[in-house]
C-alpha cells in the first residue's frame, strides 16, 4: 500500500520560507516521479512542481519559479519542497503525489499521478 504523508507546513508571514516535505512508503521510490500541488479556497487544484525519478529533472508552475526548489532524497524515500519570498497568494493546501516515471512523462497534470498524501495547509499572512 501505497503512503504519501506530508509535514512542515504552517503559518508564515509574506517574504518568509517553509520547507516541506513528503515521505513515501510502499512504492519504488527511485523509479517514481514526486510532484507538489496545491489547492486555494473555491479554486482548483494546481500543479507547483515536479522532480522526475533518478535522473531528477525538475519542473515548475510560472508563479513559482525562482521563489520555490524541489529536491529528493532517494535514500529517505522522501521529496522536498523549499519555499521562499513566500506571498498571500501561496496560501493553500499542498500535496504530495506520486507517479512512475518514464521518458517524456508529463508531470503538470493531476491526473496523472495516481498517488497522492493527505495535504498540508501553508498559509501567508500580509
Known amino acids: 500500500q501505497v503512503q504519501l504523508v506530508e509535514s512542515g507546513g504552517g503559518l508564515v508571514q509574506a517574504g518568509g520560507s517553509l520547507r516541506l516535505s513528503c515521505a513515501a512508503s510502499?512504492?519504488?521510490?527511485?523509479?517514481?516521479?514526486m510532484g507538489w500541488f496545491r489547492q486555494a479556497p473555491g479554486k482548483e487544484r494546481a500543479f507547483v512542481a515536479a522532480i522526475s525519478g533518478i535522473a531528477g529533472n525538475t519542473y515548475y508552475a510560472d508563479s513559482v519559479k525562482g521563489r520555490f526548489t524541489i529536491s529528493r532524497d532517494n535514500a529517505k524515500n522522501t521529496v522536498y519542497l523549499q519555499m521562499i519570498s513566500l506571498k498571500p497568494e501561496d496560501t493553500a493546501v499542498y500535496y504530495c503525489?506520486?507517479?512512475?516515471?518514464?521518458?517524456?512523462?508529463?508531470?503538470?497534470?493531476?491526473?496523472?499521478?495516481?498517488?497522492w498524501g493527505q495535504g498540508t495547509q501553508v498559509t501567508v499572512s500580509s
Open positions: 510502499g512504492l519504488t521510490f527511485s523509479s517514481h516521479a
Open positions: 503525489a506520486g507517479t512512475r516515471s518514464y521518458a517524456g512523462g508529463n508531470y503538470y497534470r493531476s491526473s496523472n499521478y495516481p498517488y
